[in-house]
């Protein structure tokens, strides 16, 4: 079974700042990937930043970073400059080869950005 | 490309009533998922297809939930004699062939069951 952990329901920054939303997971698989969803208020989700579990290097997607920590089982979202409309509700899922197409989704944290 | 698209966007029905939901994937997808979101939460997985073949349903999905892709292309997620714990958001998800592809998401229908 697979299970992803957000112990952050809600966090909040200040416009430019830098903020970081935590996220652990537990598998038993061995190909995975990782992802950050990110869905505004009455908004569809959206893709923010994919990271395969084979790969060394932490994705980057312009003001959005990740720090992988495979051993650990970590996948922190790190957003850098901070805009206004970085406010909505952020999710971390896992998805892998044996477990078919289903991601798993944490519960979420929801990222206030004050101006 | 318009992506993913859902209807209605929004349902409200009596408890006890049938419901139909449609979901368009992306054109070229040939995966496509359902999941649930209730409220404060994240998406729980429903099912998935691979083109029309239905390869997996999670044990959310009880008798009274039923999905199809007769074409491989729209897909419908009805629900037979609603009951007020289905109320949450339906969400429709479309990705090319391989698992480690990423899912694109729809709008989403939100059902009230009142």
Redesign the interface.
């Known amino acids: 079974a697979q299970t ?1 952990t957000q112990s952050q329901p809600e966090m909040s920054v200040q416009e430019a700042e830098t903020v970081t939303l935590s996220c652990t997971y537990d598998t038993s698989e061995s ?1 995975y ?1 990782l ?1 950050w ?1 990110k869905q505004p208020p009455s ?5 923010v930043i ?1 990271q ?1 579990a084979y790969k060394q290097q932490n994705a980057t997607e312009n003001r959005f970073s990740v720090n992988f920590q495979k051993a650990a089982k970590s996948f922190s979202l790190k957003i850098s400059d901070s805009q206004l409309g970085d406010a909505a509700m952020y ?1 971390c ?1 896992q ?3 044996t477990s ?9 944290t929801q990222l206030t950005v004050n101006p | 490309d318009t992506g993913v698209s859902q209807d209605p966007r929004h349902k409200i029905t009596k408890r006890g009533q049938n419901v139909t939901f449609r979901c368009d994937p992306i054109s070229e997808h040939n995966r496509l998922y359902w999941y649930r979101q209730t409220l404060g939460q994240g998406p729980e997985f429903l099912t998935y297809f691979q083109n029309e073949a239905q390869l997996e349903k999670s044990r959310l999905l009880s008798d009274r939930f039923s999905a199809e892709r007769p074409k491989g292309s729209f897909s419908t997620l009805e629900i037979q004699r609603t009951e007020q714990g289905d109320s949450a958001m339906y969400l429709c998800a479309s990705s090319g062939e391989r698992a480690q592809e990423t899912q694109y998401f729809g709008p989403g229908t939100r059902l009230l069951v009142l």
Do not use: K, P, W
């Open positions: 992803v190909d990937y992802f969803y908004r569809q989700m959206i893709l994919r395969e999710f899922a998805g892998g080869e078919g197409s289903r991601l798993t989704f944490g519960e979420g």
